[in-house]
Protein backbone atom coordinates (compact mmCIF):
# COMPACT_ATOMS: atom_id res chain seq x y z
CA UNK A 1 0.00 0.00 0.00
CA UNK A 2 1.33 3.07 -0.59
CA UNK A 3 1.82 5.68 2.41
CA UNK A 4 -1.92 6.99 3.56
CA UNK A 5 -1.74 10.41 5.37
CA UNK A 6 -4.15 11.44 7.73
CA UNK A 7 -5.14 14.45 5.52
CA UNK A 8 -4.60 15.88 2.40
CA UNK A 9 -5.42 18.37 -0.52
CA UNK A 10 -7.03 17.45 -3.38
CA UNK A 11 -6.21 19.99 -6.46
CA UNK A 12 -8.27 19.59 -9.56
CA UNK A 13 -7.67 20.87 -13.18
CA UNK A 14 -9.97 23.44 -12.20
CA UNK A 15 -8.15 24.67 -9.73
CA UNK A 16 -5.28 24.59 -11.72
CA UNK A 17 -6.39 26.59 -14.54
CA UNK A 18 -7.76 29.41 -12.12
CA UNK A 19 -4.44 29.69 -10.63
CA UNK A 20 -2.36 29.89 -13.84
CA UNK A 21 -4.83 32.03 -15.39
CA UNK A 22 -4.49 34.25 -12.54
CA UNK A 23 -0.51 34.41 -12.37
CA UNK A 24 -1.06 35.44 -16.15
CA UNK A 25 -3.15 38.81 -15.14
CA UNK A 26 -2.59 41.90 -14.18
CA UNK A 27 -2.40 41.14 -10.25
CA UNK A 28 -0.50 38.47 -8.40
CA UNK A 29 -1.86 40.26 -4.40
CA UNK A 30 -4.92 42.16 -3.79
CA UNK A 31 -6.49 42.28 -6.88
CA UNK A 32 -10.23 40.61 -7.84
CA UNK A 33 -10.26 37.64 -6.90
CA UNK A 34 -9.60 38.55 -3.31
CA UNK A 35 -13.02 40.25 -2.67
CA UNK A 36 -14.13 37.59 -5.44
CA UNK A 37 -13.23 34.67 -3.06
CA UNK A 38 -14.40 36.96 -0.05
CA UNK A 39 -17.82 37.72 -1.08
CA UNK A 40 -18.28 34.36 -2.03
CA UNK A 41 -16.95 32.67 1.34
CA UNK A 42 -19.33 35.06 3.43
CA UNK A 43 -22.13 33.69 1.02
CA UNK A 44 -21.30 30.20 1.84
CA UNK A 45 -20.94 30.50 5.56
CA UNK A 46 -24.13 33.28 5.95
CA UNK A 47 -22.09 36.22 7.63
CA UNK A 48 -22.16 39.53 6.42
CA UNK A 49 -18.23 40.20 5.92
CA UNK A 50 -15.16 37.98 4.99
CA UNK A 51 -11.79 39.20 4.89
CA UNK A 52 -8.94 37.11 3.66
CA UNK A 53 -5.84 36.90 5.56
CA UNK A 54 -2.49 35.39 4.89
CA UNK A 55 -2.95 32.75 7.45
CA UNK A 56 -4.89 31.31 10.24
CA UNK A 57 -2.89 32.79 12.57
CA UNK A 58 -2.36 35.94 11.27
CA UNK A 59 -6.52 36.09 11.25
CA UNK A 60 -6.62 35.38 14.77
CA UNK A 61 -4.09 38.02 15.67
CA UNK A 62 -5.85 40.50 13.78
CA UNK A 63 -9.15 39.48 15.48
CA UNK A 64 -7.23 39.96 18.53
CA UNK A 65 -6.29 43.15 17.68
CA UNK A 66 -9.76 44.24 16.71
CA UNK A 67 -10.77 43.44 20.21
CA UNK A 68 -7.87 45.82 21.63
CA UNK A 69 -6.61 42.86 23.38
CA UNK A 70 -3.18 44.52 25.63
CA UNK A 71 -1.13 43.52 28.81
CA UNK A 72 -4.40 43.34 30.84
CA UNK A 73 -6.71 41.26 28.57
CA UNK A 74 -7.41 37.72 30.37
CA UNK A 75 -8.56 35.05 27.69
CA UNK A 76 -9.78 31.49 28.09
CA UNK A 77 -9.49 29.16 25.59
CA UNK A 78 -9.48 25.06 25.01
CA UNK A 79 -5.89 23.46 26.03
CA UNK A 80 -6.72 20.98 22.71
CA UNK A 81 -6.15 22.70 19.88
CA UNK A 82 -3.33 24.19 17.85
CA UNK A 83 -1.32 26.73 19.89
CA UNK A 84 -2.13 29.46 17.11
CA UNK A 85 -5.48 29.83 19.25
CA UNK A 86 -3.73 30.54 22.08
CA UNK A 87 -0.76 32.04 20.92
CA UNK A 88 -2.87 35.25 19.33
CA UNK A 89 -3.84 36.97 23.03
CA UNK A 90 -0.03 36.70 23.61
CA UNK A 91 0.76 38.51 20.54
CA UNK A 92 -1.00 41.29 21.94
CA UNK A 93 0.68 40.64 25.29
CA UNK A 94 -2.61 39.15 26.92
CA UNK A 95 -2.94 36.49 29.15
CA UNK A 96 -4.64 32.96 28.45
CA UNK A 97 -6.25 30.85 30.38
CA UNK A 98 -6.94 27.35 29.91
CA UNK A 99 -10.25 25.50 31.10
CA UNK A 100 -11.18 21.66 30.47
CA UNK A 101 -12.69 20.15 27.91
CA UNK A 102 -15.49 18.02 27.33
CA UNK A 103 -15.01 14.34 27.66
CA UNK A 104 -17.53 13.34 24.82
CA UNK A 105 -16.98 16.34 22.64
CA UNK A 106 -13.54 17.10 22.90
CA UNK A 107 -14.40 20.69 22.84
CA UNK A 108 -14.02 23.33 25.68
CA UNK A 109 -16.70 22.92 28.34
CA UNK A 110 -19.27 25.35 29.12
CA UNK A 111 -19.21 25.24 33.25
CA UNK A 112 -15.55 24.40 33.31
CA UNK A 113 -15.28 27.70 31.42
CA UNK A 114 -18.17 29.37 33.70
CA UNK A 115 -16.24 27.74 36.96
CA UNK A 116 -13.04 29.82 35.83
CA UNK A 117 -14.77 33.02 35.40
CA UNK A 118 -16.30 32.82 39.04
CA UNK A 119 -13.33 31.67 40.57
CA UNK A 120 -11.74 35.62 39.75
CA UNK A 121 -13.04 38.86 40.28
CA UNK A 122 -15.99 40.51 38.63
CA UNK A 123 -14.79 42.12 35.07
CA UNK A 124 -11.42 39.66 35.56
CA UNK A 125 -11.48 38.02 32.12
CA UNK A 126 -12.63 40.29 28.30
CA UNK A 127 -13.19 37.19 26.16
CA UNK A 128 -13.55 33.38 25.21
CA UNK A 129 -12.02 31.50 22.02
CA UNK A 130 -14.10 28.28 21.57
CA UNK A 131 -12.80 26.21 19.26
CA UNK A 132 -14.64 24.01 16.48
CA UNK A 133 -12.54 20.85 17.05
CA UNK A 134 -12.10 18.41 14.32
CA UNK A 135 -15.15 19.94 12.94
CA UNK A 136 -17.29 19.79 15.75
CA UNK A 137 -19.08 22.74 16.00
CA UNK A 138 -19.91 24.11 19.18
CA UNK A 139 -22.75 25.21 20.62
CA UNK A 140 -21.91 29.13 20.39
CA UNK A 141 -25.73 30.08 21.66
CA UNK A 142 -24.45 28.55 24.94
CA UNK A 143 -21.33 30.38 24.81
CA UNK A 144 -22.80 33.51 23.86
CA UNK A 145 -25.19 33.74 26.91
CA UNK A 146 -22.52 32.68 28.94
CA UNK A 147 -20.73 35.42 26.93
CA UNK A 148 -23.34 38.26 27.81
CA UNK A 149 -23.84 37.37 31.54
CA UNK A 150 -20.27 38.04 32.11
CA UNK A 151 -19.55 40.77 29.39
CA UNK A 152 -17.10 38.77 26.97
CA UNK A 153 -16.22 38.65 23.91
CA UNK A 154 -16.22 35.64 21.61
CA UNK A 155 -13.52 34.75 18.88
CA UNK A 156 -14.60 31.41 17.31
CA UNK A 157 -11.76 29.66 16.08
CA UNK A 158 -13.95 27.54 12.88
CA UNK A 159 -10.38 26.63 11.13
CA UNK A 160 -11.73 22.92 11.55
CA UNK A 161 -15.42 23.56 10.75
CA UNK A 162 -16.27 24.79 7.29
CA UNK A 163 -19.60 23.23 6.66
CA UNK A 164 -20.05 22.19 10.25
CA UNK A 165 -23.13 23.45 12.07
CA UNK A 166 -25.04 22.74 15.49
CA UNK A 167 -28.73 23.72 16.15
CA UNK A 168 -29.92 26.62 18.22
CA UNK A 169 -32.87 26.69 20.83
CA UNK A 170 -35.06 27.38 17.78
CA UNK A 171 -34.22 24.38 16.08
CA UNK A 172 -32.24 26.49 13.17
CA UNK A 173 -29.20 25.20 11.71
CA UNK A 174 -26.44 27.44 12.84
CA UNK A 175 -22.89 27.40 10.45
CA UNK A 176 -19.73 27.36 12.14
CA UNK A 177 -18.14 30.76 11.90
CA UNK A 178 -21.84 32.69 10.71
CA UNK A 179 -20.79 35.33 13.47
CA UNK A 180 -24.64 35.04 14.75
CA UNK A 181 -22.93 34.21 18.65
CA UNK A 182 -19.51 35.35 17.69
CA UNK A 183 -18.24 38.73 17.51
CA UNK A 184 -15.60 37.14 14.76
CA UNK A 185 -14.22 33.67 13.28
CA UNK A 186 -11.48 32.84 11.61
CA UNK A 187 -10.99 29.71 9.11
CA UNK A 188 -7.14 28.41 7.63
CA UNK A 189 -6.77 26.54 4.09
CA UNK A 190 -3.89 25.06 5.03
CA UNK A 191 -3.40 21.99 2.84
CA UNK A 192 -4.96 19.69 5.10
CA UNK A 193 -8.28 21.73 5.71
CA UNK A 194 -11.29 21.86 3.84
CA UNK A 195 -10.79 24.04 1.35
CA UNK A 196 -6.80 24.64 0.35
CA UNK A 197 -4.90 27.61 -0.54
CA UNK A 198 -1.43 27.17 0.53
CA UNK A 199 -1.75 28.92 3.18
CA UNK A 200 -4.34 31.33 3.60
CA UNK A 201 -7.26 32.50 6.14
CA UNK A 202 -10.28 34.25 6.58
CA UNK A 203 -12.14 35.90 9.36
CA UNK A 204 -15.49 36.44 9.40
CA UNK A 205 -18.07 39.03 10.73
CA UNK A 206 -21.02 40.36 11.11
CA UNK A 207 -19.53 43.83 12.79
CA UNK A 208 -19.21 46.68 10.24
CA UNK A 209 -16.33 48.46 12.90
CA UNK A 210 -14.61 45.30 13.83
CA UNK A 211 -14.82 44.57 9.48
CA UNK A 212 -13.49 48.22 8.63
CA UNK A 213 -10.62 47.73 11.30
CA UNK A 214 -9.53 44.38 9.72
CA UNK A 215 -9.45 45.93 6.40
CA UNK A 216 -6.99 48.59 8.09
CA UNK A 217 -4.39 46.12 10.24
CA UNK A 218 -4.68 43.32 7.33
CA UNK A 219 -2.23 46.28 5.43
CA UNK A 220 0.21 48.02 7.65
CA UNK A 221 -2.89 49.91 9.12
CA UNK A 222 -2.85 51.74 5.69
CA UNK A 223 -6.01 53.74 4.09
CA UNK A 224 -6.31 55.34 0.87
CA UNK A 225 -9.97 56.03 1.24
CA UNK A 226 -10.60 59.58 0.51
CA UNK A 227 -13.49 59.39 3.60
CA UNK A 228 -11.09 58.39 5.96
CA UNK A 229 -8.01 60.35 5.08
CA UNK A 230 -6.96 62.78 7.71
CA UNK A 231 -5.32 65.26 5.45
CA UNK A 232 -5.07 64.50 1.58
CA UNK A 233 -2.04 65.87 -0.59
CA UNK A 234 -3.03 64.01 -3.89
CA UNK A 235 -3.84 61.05 -5.92
CA UNK A 236 -0.60 59.13 -4.55
CA UNK A 237 -1.49 60.17 -1.04
CA UNK A 238 -2.06 57.15 1.84
CA UNK A 239 -2.08 57.40 5.36
CA UNK A 240 -0.54 54.39 7.88
CA UNK A 241 -3.25 55.27 10.52
CA UNK A 242 -2.51 52.29 13.17
CA UNK A 243 0.01 49.88 13.24
CA UNK A 244 -0.80 46.86 11.27
CA UNK A 245 0.89 43.95 9.51
CA UNK A 246 1.29 42.72 5.79
CA UNK A 247 -1.37 39.86 5.93
CA UNK A 248 -2.43 39.65 2.84
CA UNK A 249 -3.27 37.18 0.99
CA UNK A 250 -2.15 36.64 -2.66
CA UNK A 251 -4.92 36.84 -6.16
CA UNK A 252 -3.79 33.59 -7.25
CA UNK A 253 -4.13 31.91 -3.82
CA UNK A 254 -7.87 33.63 -3.59
CA UNK A 255 -8.21 31.81 -7.08
CA UNK A 256 -7.89 28.41 -5.78
CA UNK A 257 -9.67 29.10 -2.52
CA UNK A 258 -12.38 30.37 -5.56
CA UNK A 259 -12.47 27.09 -7.10
CA UNK A 260 -11.57 24.94 -3.96
CA UNK A 261 -14.88 26.47 -2.16
CA UNK A 262 -17.07 25.53 -5.11
CA UNK A 263 -16.39 21.62 -3.92
CA UNK A 264 -16.56 22.00 -0.21
CA UNK A 265 -19.74 20.63 -0.19
CA UNK A 266 -18.82 17.71 -1.86
CA UNK A 267 -15.55 17.24 0.14
CA UNK A 268 -18.08 17.64 3.45
CA UNK A 269 -20.39 15.02 1.81
CA UNK A 270 -17.80 12.27 1.17
CA UNK A 271 -16.02 13.21 4.86
CA UNK A 272 -19.47 12.23 6.30
CA UNK A 273 -19.12 9.04 4.39
CA UNK A 274 -15.81 8.13 5.48
CA UNK A 275 -16.73 9.07 8.99
CA UNK A 276 -19.81 6.88 9.13
CA UNK A 277 -17.52 3.99 7.77
CA UNK A 278 -15.25 4.42 10.75
CA UNK A 279 -17.87 4.45 13.37
CA UNK A 280 -19.66 1.07 11.61
CA UNK A 281 -16.58 -0.28 11.67
CA UNK A 282 -15.73 0.33 15.46
CA UNK A 283 -18.46 0.93 17.28
CA UNK A 284 -18.60 -2.96 18.69
CA UNK A 285 -14.95 -2.90 18.95
CA UNK A 286 -13.86 -3.07 22.86
CA UNK A 287 -10.90 -1.93 22.13
CA UNK A 288 -11.99 1.77 20.85
CA UNK A 289 -12.82 3.79 23.93
CA UNK A 290 -14.17 6.33 21.89
CA UNK A 291 -14.71 7.88 18.69
CA UNK A 292 -15.55 10.86 16.93
CA UNK A 293 -18.65 8.79 15.83
CA UNK A 294 -21.69 10.23 13.82
CA UNK A 295 -22.43 13.53 15.10
CA UNK A 296 -25.10 15.75 13.27
CA UNK A 297 -23.47 18.78 11.83
CA UNK A 298 -19.36 17.53 12.22
CA UNK A 299 -17.28 18.93 9.55
CA UNK A 300 -14.99 16.03 10.22
CA UNK A 301 -11.66 18.03 9.77
CA UNK A 302 -10.13 14.98 11.79
CA UNK A 303 -11.70 11.78 12.96
CA UNK A 304 -10.79 10.50 16.39
CA UNK A 305 -10.48 7.24 18.18
CA UNK A 306 -9.25 6.83 21.66
CA UNK A 307 -7.74 3.37 22.48
CA UNK A 308 -5.34 2.70 25.55
CA UNK A 309 -1.65 1.57 23.39
CA UNK A 310 -2.16 4.72 21.16
CA UNK A 311 1.76 5.16 20.98
CA UNK A 312 1.59 1.28 20.00
CA UNK A 313 -1.25 1.76 17.56
CA UNK A 314 0.18 4.55 16.49
CA UNK A 315 3.99 2.98 15.38
CA UNK A 316 2.13 -0.31 13.69
CA UNK A 317 -0.13 1.64 11.53
CA UNK A 318 3.42 3.84 10.70
CA UNK A 319 5.09 0.21 9.68
CA UNK A 320 2.41 -0.20 7.61
CA UNK A 321 2.45 3.08 5.79
CA UNK A 322 -0.51 4.37 7.25
CA UNK A 323 0.40 8.17 8.72
CA UNK A 324 -1.73 9.10 11.63
CA UNK A 325 -1.38 11.94 14.25
CA UNK A 326 -2.00 13.37 17.74
CA UNK A 327 -4.32 16.10 17.69
CA UNK A 328 -3.35 18.12 20.09
CA UNK A 329 -0.49 17.84 22.65
CA UNK A 330 -2.27 20.23 25.25
CA UNK A 331 -1.20 23.52 24.78
CA UNK A 332 -1.14 24.45 28.35
CA UNK A 333 1.77 21.55 28.83
CA UNK A 334 4.04 23.28 26.14
CA UNK A 335 7.09 24.61 27.68
CA UNK A 336 6.49 28.10 26.92
CA UNK A 337 2.91 27.51 28.31
CA UNK A 338 4.65 26.30 31.27
CA UNK A 339 7.23 29.04 32.29
CA UNK A 340 3.85 31.00 31.86
CA UNK A 341 2.82 29.15 35.17
CA UNK A 342 1.04 25.75 33.87
CA UNK A 343 1.63 22.59 34.42
CA UNK A 344 1.16 18.81 33.71
CA UNK A 345 -2.11 18.04 36.29
CA UNK A 346 -4.12 21.42 35.43
CA UNK A 347 -6.45 19.63 32.91
CA UNK A 348 -7.37 15.84 33.81
CA UNK A 349 -9.79 15.48 30.93
CA UNK A 350 -7.78 17.46 28.49
CA UNK A 351 -4.38 15.16 29.80
CA UNK A 352 -6.61 11.80 29.39
CA UNK A 353 -7.91 12.57 26.11
CA UNK A 354 -4.17 12.96 24.67
CA UNK A 355 -3.24 9.73 26.51
CA UNK A 356 -5.07 7.72 24.40
CA UNK A 357 -6.41 9.80 20.88
CA UNK A 358 -4.93 9.50 17.32
CA UNK A 359 -6.23 11.16 14.25
CA UNK A 360 -7.35 8.63 11.60
CA UNK A 361 -6.80 9.26 7.57
CA UNK A 362 -9.67 11.70 6.53
CA UNK A 363 -10.15 13.74 3.22
CA UNK A 364 -12.03 13.32 0.37
CA UNK A 365 -10.28 11.15 -1.91
CA UNK A 366 -9.58 8.42 0.68
CA UNK A 367 -10.43 5.61 -1.36
CA UNK A 368 -12.57 2.59 0.17
CA UNK A 369 -9.72 0.84 -0.45
CA UNK A 370 -7.35 2.73 1.70
CA UNK A 371 -10.06 3.15 4.55
CA UNK A 372 -10.83 -0.66 4.90
CA UNK A 373 -6.94 -1.27 4.68
CA UNK A 374 -6.71 1.38 7.58
CA UNK A 375 -9.27 0.26 9.53
CA UNK A 376 -8.28 -3.81 8.89
CA UNK A 377 -5.10 -2.86 10.72
CA UNK A 378 -6.64 -1.16 13.49
CA UNK A 379 -8.88 -4.35 14.44
CA UNK A 380 -5.59 -6.20 13.80
CA UNK A 381 -3.61 -4.33 16.42
CA UNK A 382 -6.09 -3.81 18.76
CA UNK A 383 -7.20 -7.52 19.00
CA UNK A 384 -3.92 -8.66 19.23
C1 LIG B 1 -7.56 25.13 15.39
C2 LIG B 1 -6.56 25.89 14.58
N1 LIG B 1 -6.42 27.20 14.81
C3 LIG B 1 -5.55 27.94 14.11
C4 LIG B 1 -4.75 27.40 13.13
C5 LIG B 1 -3.77 28.25 12.40
O1 LIG B 1 -3.99 28.29 11.02
P1 LIG B 1 -2.78 28.47 10.01
O2 LIG B 1 -1.99 27.21 9.96
O3 LIG B 1 -3.46 28.78 8.70
O4 LIG B 1 -1.97 29.62 10.48
C6 LIG B 1 -4.88 26.03 12.84
C7 LIG B 1 -4.11 25.41 11.76
O5 LIG B 1 -3.24 24.68 11.80
C8 LIG B 1 -5.79 25.26 13.60
O6 LIG B 1 -5.91 23.94 13.38
Same mark, same amino acid.
Given at each position: ?33 ? #? #? ?8 ? +?????? &? ?10 ? &? ?33 ? &? ?9 ? @???? *? ?47 ? $? ?34 ? *? ?20 ? $? ?16 ? *? ?8 ? @? ?30 ? &? ?14 ? +? ?9 ? #? ?60 ? *? ?14
Amino acid at each position: MKPIPYGRQNITEKDIKAVTETLQSDFLTQGPKI #E #EFEKAFAKYI +GCKYAV &AISNGTAALHLC &AMALDVNTNTNVITTPITFSASANCIRYCGGNVYF &ADINPDTFTLD @LAKV *EALINSKPKGFFKGIIPVDFAGHAVNLEAFKKLADKYNLWIIEDACHAP $GGYFTDSSGKKQLCGNSNFADMAIFSFHPVKHIACG *EGGMITTNNEELYKKLLLYRTH $GITKNPELLIENHGGWYY *EMQELGYNYR @LTDFQAALGITQLERADEGLKRRKEIAKNYYE &AFRNEKGIIKQSGVVD +GHAYHLYIIEV #ENRKGLYDFLRSKNVFCQVHYIPVHTMPYYKKLGNKAGDFPVAEDYYEKCLSLPMYPTLTPD *EQNYVIENIINFINN
